[in-house]
């Protein structure tokens, strides 16, 4: 059974740090090597949205709200991915859960980041 565990969430204020964790089991290791992890973010009663992927080679994409404060990476070898976010703000509270694009309706329970004075 494919799960993906989230982690690292909490209570920043603006301008803080955290750093994400996303732990992966039952997904093999040429599988999880075949796509672009994902980190996503939903508030409540509005959509999941996307926030940052990597490849396997390191390549990473950035929603625009977030580029030049997160940072995605993964570890290929463990089948983690993390995001590392700085510069925190009020609109980056959310719940922020990872993906794998082969199993798309997969979801973890995610993590809470509020960020609040």
């Known amino acids: 059974q494919v799960r993906f565990v989230e982690s690292g969430g909490g209570l920043v204020q603006p301008g803080g740090s955290l750093r994400l964790s996303c732990k992966t089991s039952?997904?093999?290791?040429?599988?999880?090597?075949?796509?672009?992890m994902a980190w996503y973010r939903q508030v409540p009663d509005k959509q999941r949205e996307l926030v940052a992927s990597i490849t396997k080679s390191g390549t990473a994409n950035y929603a625009d709200a977030v580029k030049g404060r997160f940072t995605v990476s993964r570890d290929n070898a463990q089948k983690k991915a993390y995001l590392q976010m700085n510069n925190l703000k009020p609109e980056d509270t959310a719940v922020y859960y990872c993906n794998h694009p082969a199993y798309p309706t997969t979801w973890g329970q995610g993590t809470q980041v509020t960020v609040n004075s």
């Open positions: 039952g997904i093999i290791t040429s599988v999880f090597n075949s796509a672009a």
